[in-house]
């Protein structure tokens, strides 16, 4: 039986939603322009590869980077699997980024967005004009003879991932990229089409390429019937993300605790993909304020899971989620051109960040670490996470007298690192 690969034990990632990180225009007629025929690319994925020495300094050796190619606005609205999206580049361009990737030791993981399509794609086109009935229609799925639109959005089309000449293009379209250098995928929105669907295309491109990791996007459900049922290797935490936040907002560490047990009934079967901060949701320090971002880090980075940071969040970045048009917009920012052109007043929580990661970097058995509560309370928390062999570092949460308030401490009790 095929085997999850090793190298993710090792990873953390930085996380980039490419097309607001180079400034690319995601609505609107300009980005329309950029899709029109014979318009001339523009190497925005140039700008990325000059921010991989960020990445390192972080402490980072992953870069989960989000839609790259063709698409029709926001990089979820694919027009082209196998073209890189002319608002980024070119292939070279893309080539560039592996390359420059491949000299610092980092591995790259991309976004695949494969249970939908934009309603512009051509797949769509030839299903519409043929009909469900068709050949060309069993591609898509349909509602009342109607092409099924994904969670309301009429711009985006499901795809039949149940259908074998679908399957094989997403696994080939896997396969290409990791020909081109790719580390591993993340399936979006893998949860709308069910566990089952994925099992042959992943089998396909693990038979071909057993080190790639490929992680679901999955927010509710079984988590580990989800891993067990596709294939994949891991899938995105959203559990855990929930119980980090709630319990800094509403001060109830319980909520913590029991999320952190709920964690280690994963970590018994999969590495959960962990985080705080992604492009879907409100930035962590708009939720719970600076002190509170860094105590959500603290958890982050000393519990079991491949972790990724949002990029933005290591400069304590803000940014609230809107369910609008354009809602997206301020979680998904530009980045200057260099890390010298970075705002002042981040450098604390970048510091904390450099710190935790240093920290996790030198105990790398926290990657399957099991927490153990030591103190429970409302406002006040400590944890031990216990590794295989029995080693143990010990997690303070103090929220009392309306401080965010950490510290770290090894088994000898001598404090590694504190905030507060």
């Known amino acids: 039986m095929p085997t999850s690969p090793a190298w993710p034990e090792h990873a953390i990632f930085w996380h980039v939603y490419p097309l607001g990180f180079t400034g690319a225009p995601v609505s609107g007629e300009e980005a329309k322009a950029a899709n029109a025929p014979g318009a001339m690319p523009y190497p925005r994925l140039r700008h990325l590869t000059r921010w991989l020495d960020h990445l390192v300094e972080l402490g980072c050796n992953g870069l989960l980077l989000g839609p790259v190619f063709a698409s029709a606005g926001h990089g979820y609205d694919t027009l082209d699997h196998r073209r890189i999206d002319p608002r980024l580049g070119t292939e070279e361009d893309f080539a560039a980024l592996v390359g420059g990737c491949r000299a610092r030791g980092v ?20 299903a519409m004009e043929a009909g469900p009935d068709s ?12 092409p099924r639109w994904f969670e309301g959005h009429s711009t985006l089309v499901e795809l039949d991932l149940a259908h074998p000449p679908v399957r094989d293009a997403v696994a080939g379209v896997m396969t290409h990229w990791l020909e ?13 089409p069910g566990a089952e669907v994925w099992r042959p295309v992943i089998d396909r491109v693990r038979a071909a390429h057993p080190e790639a990791w490929v992680v ?22 959203y559990e855990l993300w929930k119980a980090i936040w709630s319990a800094l907002v509403d001060t109830n560490l319980y909520e913590l605790d029991h999320g952190l047990g709920r964690h280690d009934d994963f970590l018994e079967t999969f590495l959960p993909q962990t985080f705080v901060g992604n492009h879907d949701v409100t930035r962590i320090a708009s939720r719970v304020g600076e002190d509170g971002a860094v105590l959500a880090l603290a958890v982050l980075m000393s519990v079991g899971g491949v972790p990724s940071v949002y990029y933005g969040d290591e400069e304590g970045y803000t940014g609230v989620k809107e369910d609008r048009a354009g809602g997206d917009d301020a979680v998904r920012p530009r980045f200057p051109q260099d890390p010298g052109e970075l705002a002042p007043w981040g450098q604390q929580v970048h510091r904390a960040h450099v710190d935790l990661i240093g920290l996790r970097r030198r105990h790398p058995w926290l990657v399957r670490a099991r927490t153990k509560t030591v103190s429970l309370a409302n406002e006040h928390l400590v944890y031990r996470s216990v590794g295989a062999d029995g080693q143990w570092l010990e997690v303070e949460l103090d ?20 905030w507060g």
């Open 180 to 192: 081109q250098g790719a580390d591993g995928w993340r399936l979006d929105a893998a949860y709308a």
């Open 216 to 237: 679901g996007e999955v927010i509710h459900g079984d988590y580990p019937a989800f891993v067990a049922g596709s294939g994949v290797d891991s899938v995105t935490q």
């Open 399 to 418: 929220l009392r007298e309306g401080a965010h308030r950490a510290q770290v401490r090894d088994a000898e009790g001598q404090r590694l690192w504190a």
């Open 107 to 126: 591995r790259l993981v991309l976004d695949g967005v494969f249970n939908h399509l934009s309603a512009e794609h051509p797949v769509v086109q030839r």
């Open 135 to 146: 050949e060309a229609g069993r591609w898509i799925r349909w509602v009342d003879g109607y």
